[in-house]
Structure formats: structure tokens, C-alpha cells
């Protein structure tokens, strides 16, 4: 049981490339979510899903695609990378989405733009 | 809107003594908190998180956190810190009670010296 796996764990993109972050959990949870982790902010949502087939934007959305094709992945597309997307990324999944239920996380993606 | 303080960016103890990181949140209904923990290059793991009725929460490795509604707190202590509580911590409360939408605050620092 591998929980929530994402790739690349570091990557260096050129301003104006695009990438998509993986994420692929295997606990068939219907809940998962990506965050940006920067210094002296805490995480932010970036966009999350309820279920195959649905997203919505959280509170940092710009710049960032997501799709949700299947229950097991959430990938994270950059579009085209500007520097103020050097960040962590962390992505994580949940089985319900009320309560205080668990969210369990990915390692995280080291990601850097220059 | 809720949100989450958490006072001090770096909390520095020496082994052995209290630790107590704090946090504060705002919430015009009962909020659904969480204590989180990352360690140096890890994804956050999840210490405790408030259950409603209760003012005591035991977490992991020894961890513990009393919830003040008066006071609107949810501080994290342990009573005697190891060096490998050595970390960073993350007071959460899920937004409009969805687990899959947290806020975090900026996150705690701890260093806990020999």
C-alpha cells in the first residue's frame, strides 16, 4: 500500500515551460487536493476534487490546470512556468470530505523556475 | 472567512523540557482541527486532530493538544521533547468543515537542542 505517490520529487523548469506534476493514490479515496508550500505562508490550495470528472479552484488557482479522469490520479499541468511558481507542491487524498477526517500526503515536488 | 495564527515561526527547547507550540483559529462554527507534522524532506503526517466534545487530544509520539473555545486555541504540547520531534508543525482547520479544503497556518519550526 503506497498511499499517495508523486513524481517527479524535484524538477528545474525554464520560464515559459510547461509540466505536469503526477499524483496517483491507492487507497480509492474520492477526495484529493494540491498544495503549494512556501517559506513563512504555510500551504495553500491550489485546486482540488470531489470525484472523477470534478474540480474547483481553491484559493491559488492561477496559472494551474487540473483534471481528474480517474479515481487513483490528479495530475497538476503547468501551463507556462513563471519564477512565482518555485515552490513545494504536496498533493493529498481523503476518503470523505466532512469531519475531521484523515488527509494523508505525498512526499511533495521540489519544483524551481529560472 | 476561517483562518489559523500560529505564534512563533521557530520554537527552540532544549531535550527534556515542554514543549507548547500555539495556535489560534477563527471559526463561526465549530471548527475541525488538525495538528500536522513535516519532517526535513517528508510530506505532512497527521499528529492529532480535534474531536468534537473534547477538550484533551492525544496524538502521536507523545503529543497532546487542548481545544479553548473561550479562547478559540488549540495548543500543541508534549511534556518532555526528544530531539526527534525536530520538525515542522502545522496548525490546520478544514474550510467550511471539507477535509479536502484545509487551511494551514504558517507553520512552527521546532529545534529542540541536546
Known amino acids: 500500500n503506497a498511499g499517495v505517490t508523486q513524481t517527479p520529487k524535484f524538477q528545474v523548469l525554464k520560464t515559459g515551460q510547461s509540466m505536469t506534476l503526477q499524483c496517483a493514490q491507492d487507497?480509492?479515496?474520492?477526495?484529493m487536493s494540491w498544495y503549494r508550500q512556501d517559506p513563512g505562508m504555510g500551504l495553500r490550495l491550489i485546486h482540488y476534487?470531489?470525484?472523477?470528472?470534478?474540480?474547483d479552484q481553491g484559493e491559488v488557482p492561477n496559472g494551474y490546470n487540473v483534471s481528474r479522469s480517474t479515481t487513483e490520479d490528479f495530475p497538476l499541468r503547468l501551463l507556462s512556468a513563471a519564477p512565482s511558481q518555485t515552490s513545494v507542491y504536496f498533493c493529498a487524498s481523503s476518503y470523505s470530505q466532512t469531519g475531521n477526517t484523515e488527509a494523508f500526503f505525498g512526499q511533495g515536488t521540489r519544483l524551481t523556475v529560472v | 472567512a476561517q483562518s489559523v495564527t500560529q505564534l512563533g515561526s521557530h520554537v527552540s527547547v532544549s531535550e527534556g523540557a515542554l514543549v507548547l507550540l500555539r495556535c489560534n483559529y477563527s471559526?463561526?462554527?465549530?471548527?475541525?482541527l488538525f495538528w500536522y507534522v513535516q519532517y526535513p524532506n517528508q510530506g505532512l503526517q497527521l499528529l492529532l486532530k480535534?474531536?468534537?466534545?473534547?477538550?484533551l487530544v492525544k496524538g502521536i509520539n507523545g503529543f497532546e493538544a487542548e481545544f479553548k473555545k473561550s479562547e478559540t486555541s488549540f495548543h500543541l504540547t508534549k511534556p518532555s521533547a526528544h530531539m526527534s520531534d525536530a520538525a515542522e508543525y502545522f496548525c490546520a482547520v478544514s474550510d467550511s468543515g471539507a477535509t479536502n479544503k484545509l487551511i494551514f497556518g504558517t507553520g512552527t519550526l521546532l529545534a529542540v537542542q541536546p
Open positions: 471559526s463561526s462554527v465549530p471548527p475541525y
Open positions: 476534487s470531489v470525484g472523477a470528472g470534478i474540480t
Open positions: 487507497m480509492n479515496h474520492e477526495y
Open positions: 480535534y474531536t468534537t466534545g473534547a477538550t
